[in-house]
C-alpha cells in the first residue's frame, strides 16, 4: 500500500529546525576570544598591533578548516600623509555555493578615545573591547560551529579594515567596507553573488539591548525583520522588536555601492564607547553568544 511522505518530511524538516535552535554558542569561550584580542592593545590600521591581531585571525580560521584570503589596498594616513597597507580578511564556508551571504565586523580599533570628558584624556590608549574586539570575538567563536548548519547559501565571514582610521572631525570613515563594495560593484564576481549581509558591531554589552537600526531599515527591512523574528523565535528578549537609532556604519557602502542589502545589528546604548573604559570587564559572553544563538538558526533558515 502506497503511504505518503509528506508527514514524513514534515518530521525531517521540524527535526532539522530544532537541531539549529539548539546550537548555543560557548559564551566562556567567546569571552576569552575577546580578551585575547584586547591583550594585544589598540589595533589601529596598519600597526604592529593590527597585525598581530590579522595572524590571530588567520590561524584561527585556518585551524578550523576555512578558506581564508585578503584583500589588500593603499589608503593615505589622515594624519602623516603615509601610505596605509589595509587588509580586509575574507573567511569562506561552504566555498561550493554560488549564492552567499556576508556576516561581517570591522577589526581596527579607533586611534584615541575621542568621547573622553577632559582632553588629556583624548590621546590615551584606546582598546576597543566592544567597539572592535567583540565582533572578532563572535565570529571566532562562530567559526566553531559552522560545520553543524546546513545552510541554503554559502557564508562569507568579512572582516573590515580601516572602519575609523579617524583622528580630525572631516577624516574619512568605512575605508575597509567602501573599497569591498566598489570591488564588488565594479568587478563582480562571476563565480558567486552576495544575496544578503549582517553587520555585527558592538554586540557584547552587560546590559545588551539591540533594537533594529533605521537605516537597516531603510535599505534591507526582509533581512532585518526575518533577523528579529528569528530571535522572537528563539526568545531571545535582546532583540527588540522596534526600531531606535540611525547610525552611520560599515553596512552603507554594502547597501548604497553595492547593493547587498545588509543589516547593522548594533547596541548603541553602550556608556563607554569611544571612552578609556571600554574594556573586557565591561563586555560580556552571554551577551555575544546571544547574537550568535539567532545568528546561526538564522543562517540555517536562508
Known amino acids: 500500500m502506497k503511504r505518503s511522505l509528506l508527514p514524513l518530511l514534515i518530521l525531517l524538516a521540524s527535526t532539522r529546525t530544532c537541531l539549529s535552535e539548539n546550537i548555543v554558542p560557548d559564551s566562556a569561550r567567546a569571552y576569552q576570544y575577546l580578551k585575547t584580542v584586547c591583550a594585544i592593545g589598540p589595533r589601529i590600521s596598519g600597526t604592529v598591533g593590527m597585525q598581530k591581531q590579522q595572524e590571530l585571525i ?42 552567499r551571504i556576508l556576516i561581517c565586523c570591522h577589526y581596527d580599533t579607533r586611534p584615541f578615545p575621542d568621547r573622553e570628558t577632559l582632553p588629556f584624556n583624548r590621546v590615551k590608549a584606546f582598546i576597543g573591547a566592544n567597539d572592535g574586539a567583540s565582533g572578532v570575538a563572535l565570529l571566532m567563536e562562530l567559526g566553531h560551529h559552522m560545520n553543524k548548519i546546513s545552510p541554503q547559501l554559502g557564508v562569507d565571514f568579512v572582516f573590515f579594515d580601516g572602519e575609523e582610521l579617524v583622528y580630525d572631525k572631516g577624516d574619512k570613515y568605512f575605508l575597509g567596507s567602501e573599497h569591498f563594495a566598489r570591488q564588488y560593484r565594479d568587478h563582480p564576481p562571476e563565480s558567486f553573488q552576495y544575496v544578503k549581509g549582517v553587520l555585527v558591531d558592538m554586540i557584547a554589552d552587560r546590559n545588551l539591548k539591540i533594537y533594529m537600526e533605521k537605516n537597516s531599515l531603510r535599505y534591507a527591512s526582509d533581512v532585518t525583520r526575518s533577523i528579529w523574528a528569528t530571535a522572537r523565535k528563539l526568545r531571545v528578549k535582546e532583540f527588540v522588536n522596534r526600531s531606535k537609532h540611525e547610525i552611520r556604519d560599515d553596512h552603507l557602502p554594502l547597501n548604497q555601492i553595492a547593493k547587498i542589502p545588509t543589516c547593522d545589528i548594533i547596541d548603541f546604548d553602550y556608556p563607554y564607547w569611544h571612552k578609556r573604559n571600554d574594556l573586557p570587564a565591561a563586555c560580556s559572553g552571554q551577551s555575544m553568544a546571544k547574537v550568535g544563538r539567532v545568528l546561526l538558526a538564522w543562517l540555517e533558515e536562508n
Open 58 to 99: 588567520d590561524t584561527h580560521f585556518q585551524k578550523l578548516g576555512a578558506e581564508v584570503r585578503y584583500q589588500e589596498f593603499d589608503v593615505t594616513h589622515p594624519k602623516t600623509g603615509a601610505p596605509v597597507r589595509m587588509k580586509n580578511m575574507i573567511i569562506s564556508w561552504f566555498p561550493e555555493k554560488a549564492k
